[in-house]
């Protein structure tokens, strides 16, 4: 029979023409030509000389057989196709599971997959989409050998071209590359690079596999006038209660009565103090002012001692002996302000009003005559910061930098400029750096001993904070470890070193507890902090899971290192003080924990290798959770020291392993909530515990009032989701939470001026008991306002009304999160 290759071959070197065959061939033409084109089939099926049906990922073929993963096409075959086929004509398939668009590299699209990194991408050259019916045409250009030749080229150009396949890496000679899309419409993207010499038979993810995630950013506004929230822990879980809109709305259609509370409610998520004394001028303060300004002694002497004891044992700028004579000192000279130091005077202020709320109220005016009103300490904070900024200090210096640590310090434990703080612990890192903090000074620098340690103790402060601020808001660190080579502060108590001090004390072991312990021992994490806070908050995590669960293991080595200190006192503050720092170094390293899994603990529903992730983010945010319980229960100072944004965020996580855990695999034993009976009910029960601590700093702060509406949505949401049978239920509990908050708000405040001609509003005209039930609620409850629940086709707000709901939440900054289409 006639060679079909021959006979298309056209002219030989015989000279015979198309078509013919020589009778007697020469030698030379015994010799087989070379193949102008290579057969269309992937590399296991053209070994074996067998016919493939050229799926992708993996043939027929090779699906049956045990090594499906050892499926793989020539890289470059694959580009040596008609690059005039638009991906987009086959992103509906549903073979192929991939619907890639053909966006440069150097914005990479925020859901898809890629093979490699996107270096290895950007080599590879982009088709350029033409219309479909053009595709067809040039299908058939080309024809394939065999029978149905142009359909099976038409099926493998759909499975082939543009697929991340294409983009093996030519380097690797043994093995091949694949990637498996875990991610879904509105979820985080997850890229997976699968190296098959690793893989297993079953095609599962592999730890040391490359990782590229698109982690959920939350930018509020629109055009040009935004704010950007960060990839931080809020943003990623907040996506995953995509029905808490429409819950909204149903509990706004049962409720129309929440219509009449729209301006109070609004008060409330504004803050109290909007108008007074945040709204007024403040003139410019000189030394005369600031001194009247500070109470009596007995006042200052108790709000110092709390300051001393719950944050300045955390947040080391002072060196408390030199302190208390600097103090003594101003008392002495307070009749002559001339004498006085502003700056000295400005930094009391600011560490009176760090630790106003911690203090009791009753207790404080019984140390005084002069009225001190709600709003005493944020006066404090108003007139500091406007001498701070107007003092024209142009070579930062110890005590400068304490007033700026401070400032920041004092408007965070307020609520008050939140959305500047990571600017200004930015600046201030820059401050300290063009100050030589950054440098550990050498042995001849012209600086004392008591002062090298001093600029040790308020550089690891100012990096400290900064690093909680970035945390909290979801942005990355403004230095990481490379950038200074201060070394951390000796373990050494105050009474060790002194002004004249020629030597350095003999360090103390971490394991005794000393007025730098928190410092000495947080030290040790922080260059891996750091490094943690600046991957997840990057815009591409880019990184193993092996990273990860390094990262993990690390945090939880130090976590395990934290001391059990204790002493033979009967000094409450001294124990509170250990209680504290060791509750608070559990609770640091636990954020970090719950920083770096939660972007792949809401991926463990659909890619099994995050399941340490997801069991790491049950275990922590309930440490967390639990620590705050139990030190609420022993006292308010230590409940307020060690609540921070990593409470809501353990709230957060709880609801969310709630909400999802009926979307967990069948098969998976990871989640607690499936595989111990009652487990969910304890965990409900623990948030709502947590929910009401939270309520006793939020009384005390500018605003939380839309933070606590939303925290209380969501329990009701992931309760009505456990327990749909009493839905109703939790909707009115949800109102009654509210409601009671704002009405307990305004009654603390009832006499006072700041509310202006307003008063309570509707909460002074009609008292009403609205008690939030913790835990489980009972088989009926009555209805708001004493009736029973409305109907959720009844009392629709009529259109231009008030829609409490999305209003007062503010949903565009909670709900309105940009999920990266």
């Not at 050259?125 to 250009?141: F, R």
Request: glycine fraction near 6%; proline fraction near 8%.
């Amino acid at each position: 029979m006639t060679d079909p290759q021959t006979t298309l071959a056209g002219p030989g070197p015989s000279g015979f023409g198309v078509g013919s065959s020589p009778t007697h061939p020469s030698p030379e033409q015994q010799q087989p030509r070379k193949r102008r084109r290579r057969t269309v089939a992937c590399t296991q099926c053209r070994s074996r000389k067998l016919r493939c049906d050229r799926e992708y990922p993996a043939c027929g073929r090779c699906q049956k057989s045990k090594m499906p993963t050892a499926c793989t096409y020539e890289d470059g075959f694959l580009w040596q196709q008609p690059n005039t086929v638009s991906s987009n004509v086959f992103s509906d398939r549903g073979s192929t599971g991939i619907a890639q668009d053909r966006t440069p590299v150097l914005t990479p699209p925020e859901s898809g997959l890629v093979a490699q990194s996107q270096s290895l991408i950007q080599a590879q050259p982009l088709p350029q989409p033409v219309p479909l019916d053009q595709a067809q045409h040039h299908s058939h250009d080309r024809p394939v050998g065999g029978a149905g030749g142009g359909e099976k080229r038409d099926r493998f150009l759909e499975t082939v071209l543009g697929a991340p396949k294409a983009a093996v890496n030519n380097n690797d000679s043994t093995g091949h590359s694949e990637m498996v899309q875990r991610s879904g419409p509105g979820e985080n993207d997850v890229r997976v690079e699968r190296d098959g010499a690793n893989d297993g038979d079953d095609g599962m993810a592999s730890p040391t596999q490359q990782l590229d995630i698109s982690p959920k950013i939350m930018i509020r506004g629109k055009e040009t006038k935004t704010r950007f929230n960060g990839s931080g822990i809020f943003a990623n879980l907040l996506s995953q209660f995509p029905d808490i809109r429409s819950f909204a709305d149903e509990i706004r259609l049962s409720y129309p009565n929440l219509v009449r509370f729209r301006p109070d409610l609004e008060r409330v998520k504004r803050g109290l103090w909007k108008a007074k004394p945040l709204g007024e001028p403040i003139p410019m303060p000189d030394t005369r002012t600031l001194i009247l300004l500070i109470p009596p002694r007995r006042v200052v002497d108790e709000l110092i001692g709390l300051y001393m004891t719950y944050i300045e044992s955390t947040h080391r700028i002072l060196h408390i002996p030199s302190f208390y004579r600097e103090l003594d000192l101003f008392w002495a000279q307070k009749e002559s302000p001339i004498m006085v130091s502003p700056a000295f005077a400005a930094q009391l202020l600011l560490i009176l009003s760090c630790a106003w709320n911690l203090a009791d109220p009753e207790a404080l005016q019984s140390k005084t005559d002069v009225p001190l009103n709600c709003y005493t300490a944020l006066e404090w904070i108003m007139y500091a910061e406007k001498w701070v900024l107007n003092a024209g200090i142009k070579r930062p210096e110890a005590t400068a930098l304490r007033l700026y640590i401070l400032l920041i310090t004092a408007q965070n434990s307020y609520g008050m400029g939140r959305s500047k703080a990571w600017l200004s612990s930015g600046t201030l890192i820059k401050q300290a750096m063009l100050s030589g903090y950054h440098r550990d000074p050498g042995r001849h620098a012209k600086i004392s001993v008591f002062s090298k340690e001093m600029r040790r103790r308020i550089w690891f402060t100012i990096v400290e904070l900064d690093l909680q601020i970035a945390i909290d808001r979801g942005m990355p660190p403004s230095i990481q470890a490379s950038d200074y080579d201060t070394v951390p502060p000796l373990n050494i108590n105050d009474d060790d070193i002194q002004e004249n001090t020629a030597e350095l004390p003999r360090e103390r072991p971490l394991s005794e507890i000393t007025d730098s312990s928190f410092q000495a021992v947080m030290s040790k994490s922080l260059p891996l902090r750091l490094k943690a806070c600046a991957l997840m908050h990057s815009p591409r995590i880019s990184c193993r899971y092996d990273d990860i669960l390094r990262m993990d293991w690390e945090l939880n080595k130090h976590l395990s290192g934290v001391p059990s200190w204790s002493t033979e006192t009967e000094d409450v503050r001294v124990q509170h003080k250990m209680t504290l720092l060791r509750a608070l170094l559990e609770t640091k390293l636990g954020q970090t924990l719950l920083c770096i899994h939660t972007p792949f603990a809401i991926e463990a529903q659909k890619e099994h290798l995050f399941i340490p992730s997801s069991r790491a983010q049950m275990e922590v945010a309930t440490m967390i959770l639990s620590t705050q319980k139990q030190l609420s229960e022993k006292s308010r100072q230590l409940s307020l020291s060690i609540m921070g944004d990593w409470t809501l965020q353990a709230c957060t996580s709880i609801c969310q392993i709630l909400h999802t855990r009926d979307n967990i695999h069948a098969t998976s034993t990871t989640s607690l909530s499936r595989t111990l009976p009652g487990f969910p009910e304890y965990l409900i029960s623990l948030v709502e515990t947590i929910l009401v601590c939270l309520e006793t700093r939020l009384f005390s702060i500018v605003k939380g009032g839309k933070d606590y509406f939303f925290m209380s949505t969501i329990i009701a949401l992931v309760k009505a989701r456990l327990w749909p049978a009493q839905s109703n239920i939790y909707k009115q509990e949800a109102v009654n939470r509210i409601l009671s908050f704002a009405q307990t708000l305004f009654t603390k405040h009832a006499n006072c001026d700041h509310l202006g001609e307003k008063g309570m509003g509707n909460f002074g005209n009609e008292i009403t008991s609205f008690p939030p039930a913790v835990g489980l609620a009972p088989p009926m409850a009555p209805g708001f306002d004493g009736g029973m629940l409305q109907p959720a086709g009844f009392g629709v707000t009529p259109p231009g009304e008030f829609d409490p709901f999305p209003d007062v939440f503010d949903w565009d900054d909670l709900t309105g999160i940009v999920l990266g289409e």
